[in-house]
């Protein structure tokens, strides 16, 4: 276990936090599943500030160790099972994993396989219809710690299961032994034909060296089906309507299906604060680690994910959500001649300042969206051909008044003016909803 200073938590789980919000536009899901992964880094200016890079729809999500606050008994339980000694961390954060252990749904596995002088090994997994994650060794008589995946897959009969990939990336206590996780989420619930899995993933080492590794794996218990609300129920918040047609719950996730009514008025954005509550006013939330939902500002269906009361059986079930992001559809965006350095459009709520522009970058102030908890604002742009311009570096910093954001977008998609959609504003619907689901 590693145990960090204050000042370096403090800025891991604020990273960790701003992560975690990320939603993934539909279209873009295929092409990026294969592609990069979030990187902290750290950046010198004269106040403090954290800088984290995005792939092209973040679809790899970085979670950082942080220290260990859950009970010692549990923590010390979850440490003696195989693979799982690493991620004691994981359930401070989680209500659904801690079920998950507690209910003897996580299966030790065991399975290894040598390739190239290294020894990869499947420690355990957890797998539903809407995901899995993969615990591992990898092993080898020499430093790994300068490698990078390719590749990475789950088949279920030959079949590859299509979604989003992460792994998290913990400091490596030996170079030569790495514990460490896959996450998987997948597209749409899947239906497996059988128990018959198999992880298919590359490493690339410094010289370049390909080694690919093929480890099938069979699961003794039974999956677990998903336990499904339709709702179909409209709301209304603040004069926009949306239609919340169902709520999916499983045991790493619960899933919720929202469309938007396309004559609303105002672009929704995100939710702060989206929840499910039972009789007793014990709450499950949103996603702590990982993925947090399919679809952006320009979906009209979008899911988002939740905590999962799975193994939960309460008498009443309470959907409820406010503290709800939003811009006029009309101005719910940037125009920036980064030619010219001009702003040409943005929000008439004037909340976020532009304080300067270069010839790809710009810079804003605004005051902090959520106290402790840090948005990305933008995900890409569009250029004056309609072609998309990525954004691959933004980053924040704060001091005791303000909320600061730099935003680097790629020079050669550049050809002004620059269409900048925003994904998060600190400008919100009146009112709140709840709807009983149980």
């Known amino acids: 276990m590693q145990i960090m200073f204050e000042k370096e938590e403090k800025m891991l789980n604020e990273s960790k936090k701003k992560l975690e919000q990320t939603e993934i536009p539909d279209h873009q899901i295929n092409d990026a599943i294969q592609q990069g992964i979030l990187k902290a880094k750290d950046k010198k200016r004269k106040r403090k500030k954290t800088l984290w890079t995005l792939t092209v729809a973040a679809l790899l999500i ?6 260990i606050r859950v009970s010692p008994a549990f923590a010390n339980a979850v440490a003696s099972i195989p693979g799982m000694e690493r991620f004691v961390h994981l359930i401070q954060f989680d209500k659904g994993l801690e079920a998950i252990i507690e209910n003897e749904y996580y299966e030790p596995i065991g399975v290894s396989q040598i390739k190239d002088n290294m020894t990869f090994t499947i420690d355990g997994v957890i797998i539903d219809e ?28 030959n079949r590859s299961l299509i979604g989003s990939i992460g792994y998290n990336s913990p400091r490596q206590e030996h170079p030569n032994r790495k514990v460490d996780k896959f996450s998987f989420v997948f597209v749409k619930p899947e239906q497996f034909t059988s128990n018959e899995f198999e992880i298919t993933f590359q490493i690339e080492r410094d010289n370049d060296k390909i080694t690919t590794f093929n480890v099938p794996f069979t699961l003794k218990n039974d999956l677990k089906n998903g336990k499904v609300y339709t709702l179909n129920q409209e709301v209304e918040m603040d004069g926009q309507k949306m239609l919340v047609k169902d709520i999916m719950v499983y045991p790493l996730r619960v899933a919720v299906n929202i469309e938007f009514e396309e004559q609303n008025d105002m672009e929704i954005l995100q939710f702060e604060d989206m929840r499910i509550e039972d009789e007793n006013g014990e709450v499950w939330s949103s996603i702590q680690n990982g993925t947090s939902g399919f679809g952006g500002v320009e979906n009209k269906e979008r899911t988002y994910f939740l905590q999962s009361n799975y193994f939960k059986e309460p008498k009443e079930l309470y959907f409820k959500f406010d503290k709800v992001q939003s811009l006029p559809k009309e ?9 010219k350095k001009q702003v040409l459009k ?19 102030k605004y005051r902090p969206i959520r106290e402790n908890h840090s948005y990305s604002l933008f995900s890409q742009g569009k250029n004056a051909n309609g072609g998309v311009v990525e954004i691959p570096t933004q980053s924040t910093w704060n001091d005791e008044e303000y909320q600061y954001s730099e935003i680097t977008l790629d020079a050669a998609d550049i050809i002004n003016p620059v269409k900048i959609d925003f994904v998060a504003y600190p400008n919100y619907l009146d009112g709140s909803v709840s709807i009983q689901i149980k």
């Open 62 to 67: 970085l979670t950082f160790i942080t220290s």
């Open 130 to 157: 809407t995901g899995a994650e993969i615990f591992y060794t990898l092993e080898a008589p020499h430093s790994i710690k300068n490698i990078d995946y390719n590749k990475i897959d789950l088949l279920n009969d």
């Open 331 to 339: 101005e719910s965006y940037l125009l920036v001649d980064f030619g």
């Open 346 to 364: 943005q929000p008439s709520e004037g909340k976020i300042e532009i304080t300067n522009i270069h010839s790809n970058s710009l810079e804003m």
